[in-house]
């Protein structure tokens, strides 16, 4: 079972993939740790990627099309991986059906977190951090014991920059011009499936669960 995992940021699908991988015993793959592990390697893709992170340039997409595929070439994938972060672009989907299709393969399912633009802000807007220990916090839905303070450590907590709602405006704009055109891709392709992740967690996942069962 071969899954792409769309949705705009904040929209939970790093979540779901996480819980789909450990259900159905499939590794979840996101192009941060391929980037890493190769890196860390120090494979010759590795070297190639890190060459334009030293830079501040984006990574070409031939240099993460090939760590990816090296990465789905693994054993630990001959049952089926989740995607996560990739595709972004529609060339990226492109090549990687390509790929796919030159091993006589596919991805089985696009699975789309589908949240409205004001809900992501809300639920990002509302998260809190501790700058000492880490802990996370979010106003609603998991609010501290005293208002604006840490549970753990008493440290005051924090609004991250990326979760500002003007930054998070700003990634939602991004998302809409380069990675949203995706969900039509998929769905010429066959294989979207929409699931409304403005429910409550387990609820998501009961759906994404009912979806994959149809394989």
Excluded: W
């Excluded at 941060?32 to 990627?49: C, P, S």
């Excluded at 760590?67 to 996560?84: E, F, H, S, T």
């Excluded at 000492?132 to 609010?143: P, R, S």
């Excluded at 549970?151 to 907590?157: F, I, R, Y």
């Amino acid at each position: 079972m071969k899954i792409v995992m769309l949705g705009a940021p904040g929209a939970g699908k790093g979540t779901q993939a996480i819980k789909i991988a450990d259900k159905y015993d499939i590794p979840h793959i996101s192009t941060g740790d391929i980037f890493r592990a190769n890196i860390k390697g120090g494979t010759e893709l590795g070297q190639k990627a890190k060459s334009y992170i030293d830079k501040g340039e984006l990574v070409p997409d031939e240099v993460t099309i090939g760590m990816l595929l090296d990465r789905i070439a693994q054993d630990d994938c001959k049952n089926g991986y989740v995607l996560d972060g990739f595709p972004r672009t529609i060339p990226q989907a492109e090549s990687l059906t390509e790929a796919l299709k030159s091993q006589g393969d596919r991805i089985d399912f696009a699975l789309n977190i589908d949240v409205p633009d004001e809900a992501i802000i809300k639920r990002m807007s509302g998260r809190r951090a501790c700058p000492k220990c880490g802990a996370t916090y979010h106003i609603v839905y998991a609010a501290p014991k005293t208002e604006n303070i840490c549970d753990k450590c008493g440290t005051e907590l924090i609004i991250r920059s990326d979760d500002k709602p003007e930054t998070v405006k700003d990634r939602l704009n991004v998302y809409h011009q380069q990675t949203e055109p995706l969900i039509a891709y998929y769905k010429a392709a066959g294989v979207l499936r929409e699931v409304d992740g403005t429910q409550e967690l387990p609820k998501v996942f009961e759906d994404v669960v009912a979806i994959l069962s149809e394989n």
